[in-house]
């Protein structure tokens, strides 16, 4: 506990240090548009408080925490669809399979956990869809709830799993899971800002460079190196090895769900830029690197 104690008040400090930056930066340079950084700011310390109740109180009270924000961001997610009536009950039961995945991690039954978004609600979700509701947009209704329900639950939902899997090391996991994720969401961002010229998608996020991707891959994997040794139990071929995994994986993670919002949106760019603060653009990373992070460290270790 006084090791736990030592990380949360150590990183406790280090954001207080980030946030003060970032108030004076942003005074300084009112024509600098680092809304995108205050998003991960506060990401940070959200995750900090349910690292500390995960670590000083219970990992069934950072279980619940996660199931909300799953929650959340399942709903902004379907908050961009336009949908129909006949879609009601399609998103009703979408939202009842939250509960049933995050039980399946309160007992630790990782075959159903594993299974059950990406195959039994992947072949049971259309039934309510094709109920007294007929052809029409059938396909685009169902492929667009399962697509949500793969991203914002199912990814997000391996985060929870971490401290069931391994209750010694799983706080510790999710914590630099989480730093190295941001991190190189921040680093990408402020290279791209700053320095970037060639764009990914210029259509969909001007702020993903090639130049953004490049620095932030070098500096997460850099980062990786440095914190490993103190939170988590990873050797040191795996404590780089993580690094590139998370840089790359929160890159694609980013691009993808910005892709898709734009796709969703087409035609209403008020609702896609109030969107930029949403719950989406503060775990778009984590939707990819959570999954990537969890089963490569389970298929290699034992403690897993």
């Not at 908050?79 to 949908?83: A, E, G, L, W």
């Not at 949500?148 to 706080?171: E, I, K, N, R």
């Given at each position: 506990m006084n090791s736990s104690l030592f990380t949360l008040i150590l990183i406790f400090s280090a954001l207080s240090a980030i946030?003060?930056?970032?108030?004076?930066?942003?005074?300084?340079?009112?024509n600098k548009d680092y809304a995108a950084i205050g998003v991960r700011i506060k990401t940070w310390w959200g995750m900090l408080f349910i690292f500390c109740l995960a670590t000083l109180f219970n990992p069934i009270v950072?279980?619940?925490?996660?199931m909300a924000l799953t929650f959340f961001a399942l709903r902004e997610y379907f908050?961009?669809?336009?949908?129909k009536k006949a879609d009601r009950r399609l998103f009703l039961w979408a939202y009842l399979s939250i509960p049933a995945q995050f039980y399946w991690i309160y007992i630790e039954w990782y075959g159903m956990f594993i299974v059950f978004i990406p195959v039994y609600i992947f072949l049971l979700l259309p039934i309510p869809r094709l109920i007294n509701k007929g052809t029409v947009g059938f396909l685009r209704s169902v492929s667009r709830a399962q697509?949500?329900?793969?991203?914002?639950?199912?990814?997000?939902?391996?985060?929870?799993?971490?401290?069931?899997?391994?209750?010694?090391?799983?706080?510790?996991l999710v914590l630099f899971l989480v730093v190295l994720t941001q991190l190189n969401d921040v680093a990408h961002h402020l290279v791209s800002m700053y320095f970037g010229k060639r764009k990914v998608v210029p259509t969909a996020n001007p702020y993903l460079t090639w130049e953004g991707f490049a620095c932030a891959f070098v500096?997460?994997?850099?980062?990786?190196?440095?914190?490993?040794p103190y939170l988590t139990?990873?050797?040191?071929?795996?404590?780089?090895?993580?690094?590139?995994?998370?840089?790359?994986?929160?890159?694609?993670?980013?691009l993808t769900v910005s892709v898709l919002k734009r796709d969703?949106?087409?035609?209403?760019?008020?609702?896609?830029?109030?969107l930029k603060k949403s719950y989406l653009?503060?775990?778009d990373s984590l939707t990819y690197t959570s999954p990537v992070f969890f089963h490569v460290i389970r298929y290699f270790f034992d403690f897993m």
């Open positions: 946030q003060l930056v970032y108030y004076v930066v942003g005074k300084l340079q009112p950072s279980l619940l925490s996660l908050s961009m669809i336009k949908s697509w949500g329900l793969m991203l914002m639950v199912f990814g997000l939902s391996h985060l929870a799993y971490f401290q069931f899997a391994t209750p010694q090391y799983g706080a510790g500096i997460t994997t850099g980062s990786s190196f440095l914190i490993y139990p990873l050797d040191l071929t795996f404590g780089i090895v993580s690094g590139m995994l998370i840089s790359l994986s929160g890159f694609f993670g980013s969703l949106l087409i035609g209403d760019d008020d609702k896609f830029e109030a653009s503060r775990v």
